[in-house]
């Protein structure tokens, strides 16, 4: 049994190198080209072209029109998967530069689609995440990101995500009740940061800072243990400092 399966993979290399040559040569040829010499510039016999021509354009990767094969909607998602995982990378290297430079685990969300997103985190043993106790989406009120994302929505987003998501004690340092909150989110100015003390975990402080990107509420956000709560202020200043080098990061990173 384990040598049959030991022969199978070869040729299951072989079948998906070959379909990639059809596609590589299909790419060649902007307005399309038939299955015969598709199969000759591949270097691949025609019965196994027709074979995995078919198979491609079942699955969307080519389309067939008259006898001429082009590439398939499929081949795109695949360029545009690349292109997100590329903006994600972008991202996260660049949380990663603020952490290490500042010392503190460093967050982007953003609200997308009636939901908080927590997009990505760097953080590291040395500066800890804050621990997803309790479902983020949920308890935005009680937290830096929810509460600086809650406060960019106007009202009627706002009424409407808190009536999804009731506002309810997460721990005892938690805002009490809806009006609580909606008080404080309208006191919060268009351009400061959003600090919160024990509000979701405790032990942790946290600020969040909004990020004018386009129509999408968004945010970046750090967190540090109670007993370095001293460093949360400097921290914050040092990262808005810096906000205008990752606006272009994170403006495609809403998006991904």
């Known amino acids: 049994m384990a040598g049959a399966t030991n022969a199978a993979v070869p040729t299951l290399i072989g079948s998906v190198q070959r379909a990639l040559r059809l596609l590589e040569a299909a790419g060649a040829h902007e307005g399309g080209a038939p299955a015969k010499q598709l199969a000759r510039e591949a270097g ?3 019965p196994t072209a027709y074979h995995l021509l078919r198979t491609l354009t079942h699955e969307d990767y080519l ?3 008259k006898g001429v094969f082009t590439l398939g909607d499929a081949v795109g998602r695949l360029a545009g998967s690349e292109r997100v995982q590329n903006r994600r990378s972008t991202l996260e290297d660049s949380l990663t530069h603020w952490r290490d430079a500042i010392g503190v685990a460093v967050y982007f969300a953003v609200y997308r689609e009636g939901e908080i997103e927590l997009v990505a985190v760097a953080d590291s043993p040395y500066a800890p995440a804050v621990h997803e106790w309790a479902d983020f ?3 935005g ?15 009627d987003a706002r009424r409407d995500h808190l009536d ?3 506002v309810q004690p997460v721990t005892r340092y938690s805002v009490r009740d809806r009006a609580a909150l909606m008080e404080r989110l309208e006191a919060v100015g268009r351009r400061e940061p959003v600090v919160e ?9 946290c600020a969040a800072i909004p990020i004018t990107a386009g ?3 968004a945010t970046m956000a750090i967190s540090l243990p109670l007993q370095q709560e ?16 990752l606006l272009a990061s994170l403006a495609f990173s809403i998006s991904i």
């Open 141 to 155: 009120h009680a937290h830096a990101i929810g509460q600086c994302l809650l406060s960019q929505l106007d009202d």
């Open 230 to 245: 001293a460093r949360l202020r400097p921290a914050v200043e040092q990262l808005q400092a810096g906000i205008g080098s």
């Open 44 to 46: 691949i016999p025609l």
């Open 215 to 217: 129509d999408v509420a």
């Open 197 to 205: 003390r024990q509000e979701y975990a405790l032990g942790t402080v």
């Open 164 to 166: 999804r998501h009731p």
């Open 63 to 65: 389309r067939r029109d």
């Open 137 to 139: 989406r949920e308890t």
